[in-house]
């Protein structure tokens, strides 16, 4: 028994002449002092709970840096936000899936080029997740999906801009997304949560046992979808392993319905594991199918496979988190009040025949309370599941669990806190990688109700900042956020803030495109403002340096399709420029020694002003210029 272990079986004693809501008003007190009185009042909470290892102070004083980024989504924002913990703060956003006006995502051509033309204008970006090497963060690439259009997109660490998006062919949805921890990312697994007709060619509505889901894998490199795995059911959550043999998926609608009532008639859904060097096989033996267009192979992981494993565990189970010890997979039970531990060295045992049923491989199916979504880790052998209808966070110990399983009388629950309200995703500093250093937790809360300031029907959802460095749970920060962050992670700075550019690299291959361009028009961009005209197309080059533009006014023709290409050649930190120009719906950024672009058409006759758009300088007011549009 480690220390830490035995304070929480003495704290259990501690925590029983507690009601619930006696305990709210502990860490809600916590919370207002958060917000109002500074640490005294924190002083007052932390006494109430004499005995306790004393906490880290959350706030971080002006000037100071938080220890922590937080790598949130979106959700149908479709965009990823950049958060500091342990202060809350949100730093910028990042346009993934979604069309932004300040930075010009979805207007530039350059986002054109990433999103592609005909992109949909919104997402739903649930699962934002870090590349990894050897079960650590590396901090080159976070990888998203967006369920809404079948996409997964790949943020570049450095310069925090969205580099790649692409679509998931033969499934409509991508829900679950996680990646290869070893040897690195590596793959990224990509759920079909959707079931349809494949192909889905216009065909098939009555007939759904005929529909089907697929399990994908993208390389996180190239960017191919290296392969795919036909399942029974729909996919919902997933994980990768410690090991690099292994993903799992939860999987709900084990009935291939489509309706909700057809969804719920089973007792039982599963858990699907990927066997990936099987299926790596499989493909080089040629063992596969392509569907309708797609060059993908898609393999066969139904019922009866080699390829896969299917574990029946309680109806309609959600988030799927691997222990950072390497030695475990937790799936939330949702519908059931339990999770369901399934041990990876029990899923070897089974695929090498060891082992009779699937059902073996499960080491224990702790009892936590209602509607368990997600859990997450601390690095100590305890788990922190959310609760979504009880409204907690319970804290339990696996080991005890696992004990508890085989017969023991133990008692698991370490803790259990109230959150407000309604936790979907919670995340732990580093928990997904082997250096869960079990300080934060936090609960990403779906409801906010009466914890702010009213701002109309549409609430804010509340992201909930709690320490888990004790034996108890301890709320330290009501966060209001914009929705919806489905999912979140907490990177230590050190994996990040030495690799993230101040400003852009001349050479960088986001804007390589642009500057080939320009170097066919004969252009310097770091030097000329001039216009080229090439039949009807015309290019307006110009630089950008605080506080003019090295073209203070053009000549176009009207009908003209006109591409303006600045270029910031101010070499300060934090120096951007932006480009409007008036009544043509543009607008984007223009970093420090970046180059962006736009194309419109000039079919407005008359003088058009265009503007910078970012507080750049004393004179930024005066830093704009004219285009005339000749009828
Ligand atoms: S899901 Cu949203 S609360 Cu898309 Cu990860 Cu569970
Ligand atoms: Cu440049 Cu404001």
């Known amino acids: 028994m480690s220390n830490d272990d035995k304070q929480d079986s003495n704290n259990d004693d501690q925590q029983e002449g507690l009601t619930r809501r006696e305990f709210l008003g502990t860490s809600a007190l916590a919370g207002a002092a958060s917000v109002g009185l500074g640490t005294g009042v924190l002083g007052i909470s932390q006494m109430a709970r004499a005995g306790e290892t004393e906490a880290d102070n959350h706030e971080v004083a002006p000037g100071d840096l938080d220890e922590y980024y937080g790598i949130w989504s979106g959700g149908h924002s479709g965009e990823v936000r950049i958060l500091g913990l342990p202060s809350m703060r949100e730093f910028i956003r990042i346009p993934v899936f979604n069309v932004d006006c300040t930075t010009g995502w979805g207007i530039t051509n350059e986002s054109k080029r990433i999103r592609g033309e005909n992109a949909p204008l919104n997402g739903d970006l649930h699962h934002p997740h870090m590349s990894m090497t050897d079960g650590h963060y590396d901090g080159r690439y976070i990888f998203a999906n967006d369920k809404a259009n079948g996409r997964i997109a790949r943020i570049r660490c450095d310069i925090m801009k969205t580099d790649r998006i692409i679509k998931i062919p033969n499934v409509p949805a991508i829900h679950g997304l996680r990646v290869q921890r070893v040897p690195k990312t590596g793959y990224v697994f990509c759920n079909g949560e959707f079931r349809v007709p494949l192909p889905n060619d216009g065909h098939n509505l009555d007939d759904p046992e005929k529909y089907q889901s697929l399990f994908t894998a993208v390389d996180g490199d190239t960017m191919e979808v290296a392969w795919q795995v036909l399942v029974d059911g729909n996919l919902d959550n997933n994980d990768g392993d410690y090991s690099g043999k292994y993903a799992a998926s939860t999987c709900y609608n084990s009935e291939n319905a489509v309706t909700l009532s057809g969804f719920m008639h089973n007792e039982r859904d599963w858990v699907v594991v990927f066997n990936i060097a099987r299926i790596e096989a499989a493909v080089k033996a040629g063992n596969y199918k392509t569907i309708g267009d797609s060059k993908v192979p898609v393999v066969d992981g139904r019922h009866g496979s080699r390829l896969t494993l299917y574990i029946p565990v309680p109806k309609s189970p959600h988030g799927c988190n691997a222990t950072p010890d390497g030695k475990y997979v937790v799936a939330a039970g949702k519908l ?46 305890n788990a ?12 339990w110990n696996i080991a005890d669990a696992i004990r508890a399983y085989q017969g023991e009388k133990v008692n698991y629950i370490r803790d259990k806190m109230d959150v407000q309200y309604q936790p979907g995703h919670n995340h732990s500093s580093m928990g997904e990688t082997r250096d869960a250093d079990g300080k934060w937790l936090v609960s990403l809360n779906k409801f906010a109700k009466d914890r702010f300031l009213p701002v109309g029907p549409l609430h804010p959802d509340n992201d909930q900042l709690i320490d888990i460095s004790g034996k108890r749970q301890k709320l330290v920060h009501d966060g209001a956020v914009f929705s919806e962050p489905h999912d979140g992670i907490i990177v230590h700075r050190s994996k990040l803030m030495n690799k993230t550019l101040k400003i852009w690299d001349r050479k960088d291959p986001f804007f390589a495109e642009t500057v080939a361009m320009a170097r066919k028009d004969g252009i310097t961009l770091e030097s000329d403002s001039k216009v080229i005209r090439d039949g009807k197309r015309v290019r307006v080059y110009m630089t950008s340096s605080a506080p003019v533009f090295g073209l203070t006014s053009f000549k176009v023709k009207r009908g003209d399709e006109v591409t303006v290409v600045v270029t910031n050649i101010d070499k300060i930190e934090d120096l951007t420029h932006g480009f409007c120009l008036t009544g043509h719906g543009v607008n984007m950024e223009i970093g420090p020694q970046a180059t962006s672009s736009v194309t419109f058409i000039a079919d407005q006759p008359g003088v058009h002003w265009y503007y910078c758009t970012w507080f750049c300088h004393a004179l930024h007011l005066e830093m704009r210029g004219r285009m005339l549009v000749e009828a």
């Open 336 to 381: 059931s009040p339990t999770c369901t531990v399934i041990s990876w060295d029990k899923v070897d045992k089974w695929f090498a025949g060891k082992l009779k049923k699937p059902r073996d491989t499960v080491v224990a199916e702790p009892e936590l309370g209602l509607g368990p979504l997600h859990t997450a880790f601390d690095g100590r052998g």
């Open 384 to 395: 922190y599941t959310t609760l979504f209808i009880d409204s907690q966070s319970v804290k």
